[in-house]
């Protein structure tokens, strides 16, 4: 048998309510050079005779459904299992935006040399495209959507697989540590792939990945571009919200996170603020960024910025 162009990878558990208009965005495609490989954590629901129901019409569908250790360990396994060059992940109440998609997509990666190829998504029902092209310091704030990704399968033999001790930003920091390696060509296509579902996990604070890559990674940028960018507002205010946010509330555990990388002063100003107020106030919106604009202000007064 040929091997496909595309290998769709679609993780799920208890999927039973989105996965059939999942897997039916996919089969009428009109590119049909392409597998679909669903990786079941053992769903107690009807996810299971749903997609057994679509596999027995088409043979491209490959179903495996055994317990595993979250998202990114059963993205893990279907990387194993693709036959397919490219590969790409859709989450099971993800949707390809149009039938027209993977025919647009294809003619992308047959020409192209980059390993790395993406585009954008939809939120929902939201009219607003995400996010155009990247950049490495692009990246550090944002992350690009899986489901806009077409990975070459030799990025995984470069870069390895997804990190599983990060329970929901594991593909984050992959996207991050393929934009800084040399051999991972990148190319943006300006083009719609897919609409995103809004019960993802990704949206909730993967605090041992923000304490221990993306902290460490902001370092290494800001003594890069320069300790004067955290001058400006907006970036000190994302500083402010990822000490927060990863939990951090003293000096020690800074340092700790830190490493070997030097912590500017206004950043050890920022964690003995937050220690001085409940973490539970810092959840506030209001009292958090009033707090944030004090330290600011003060630290602009003392010459620390």
């Given at each position: 048998m040929q091997s496909p162009l595309i290998s769709v990878i679609i993780p799920s558990f208890n999927a039973a309510k989105s996965i059939r208009q999942t897997l039916l965005s996919l089969?009428?495609?009109?590119?049909?050079?392409?597998?679909?490989?669903?990786?079941?954590?053992?769903?107690?629901?009807?996810?299971?005779?749903?997609?057994?129901?679509?596999?027995?019409?088409?043979?491209?569908?490959?179903?495996?459904?055994?317990?595993?250790?979250?998202?990114y360990d059963a993205m893990n396994k279907g990387i194993q299992a693709a036959r397919?060059?490219?590969?790409?992940?859709l989450g099971a109440d993800d949707e390809l935006l149009d039938a027209s998609v993977f025919q647009q997509i294809s003619q992308v990666l047959q020409k192209t040399g980059a390993l790395f190829v993406y585009g954008n998504v939809l939120f929902g029902a939201a009219k607003h495209w995400y996010d155009g092209p990247f950049d490495y310091e692009k990246l550090l704030h944002a992350n690009i959507s899986h489901q806009a990704i077409f990975y070459?399968?030799?990025v995984f033999s470069i870069v390895g697989g997804f990190d599983i001790q990060y329970r929901t930003h594991a593909d984050w920091a992959f996207?991050?540590?393929?934009?800084?390696?040399r051999e991972i060509a990148i190319e943006y296509a300006n083009l719609l792939v897919a609409r995103f579902g809004m019960e993802g996990a990704s949206s909730?604070?993967?605090?041992?990945?923000?304490?221990?890559?993306?902290?460490?990674?902001?370092?290494?940028?800001i003594y890069h571009a320069g300790i004067r960018t955290i001058r400006n507002v907006k970036v000190y205010d994302e500083w402010w919200r990822l000490i927060r946010n990863a939990g951090i509330r003293n000096h020690q555990q800074?340092?700790?996170?830190?490493?070997?990388l030097q912590v500017p002063a206004p950043v050890l100003s920022?964690?003995?603020?937050?220690?001085?107020?409940?973490?539970s106030w810092l959840k506030a919106g209001m009292i958090s960024k009033g707090l944030m604009l004090l330290n600011y202000l003060f630290n602009r007064f003392t010459g620390k910025l």
């Amino acid at each position: 048998m040929q091997s496909p162009l595309i290998s769709v990878i679609i993780p799920s558990f208890n999927a039973a309510k989105s996965i059939r208009q999942t897997l039916l965005s996919l089969l009428k495609q009109q590119f049909t050079a392409f597998e679909v490989i669903i990786m079941d954590g053992a769903s107690n629901d009807q996810t299971v005779p749903i997609v057994q129901e679509l596999a027995g019409r088409d043979p491209r569908v490959r179903f495996f459904s055994e317990k595993d250790k979250g998202i990114y360990d059963a993205m893990n396994k279907g990387i194993q299992a693709a036959r397919g060059e490219w590969l790409y992940f859709l989450g099971a109440d993800d949707e390809l935006l149009d039938a027209s998609v993977f025919q647009q997509i294809s003619q992308v990666l047959q020409k192209t040399g980059a390993l790395f190829v993406y585009g954008n998504v939809l939120f929902g029902a939201a009219k607003h495209w995400y996010d155009g092209p990247f950049d490495y310091e692009k990246l550090l704030h944002a992350n690009i959507s899986h489901q806009a990704i077409f990975y070459h399968r030799k990025v995984f033999s470069i870069v390895g697989g997804f990190d599983i001790q990060y329970r929901t930003h594991a593909d984050w920091a992959f996207n991050i540590n393929c934009f800084k390696h040399r051999e991972i060509a990148i190319e943006y296509a300006n083009l719609l792939v897919a609409r995103f579902g809004m019960e993802g996990a990704s949206s909730r604070h993967d605090v041992i990945f923000l304490r221990g890559f993306l902290l460490p990674e902001w370092l290494r940028h800001i003594y890069h571009a320069g300790i004067r960018t955290i001058r400006n507002v907006k970036v000190y205010d994302e500083w402010w919200r990822l000490i927060r946010n990863a939990g951090i509330r003293n000096h020690q555990q800074l340092l700790q996170f830190a490493g070997e990388l030097q912590v500017p002063a206004p950043v050890l100003s920022m964690v003995a603020w937050q220690s001085m107020v409940a973490a539970s106030w810092l959840k506030a919106g209001m009292i958090s960024k009033g707090l944030m604009l004090l330290n600011y202000l003060f630290n602009r007064f003392t010459g620390k910025l």
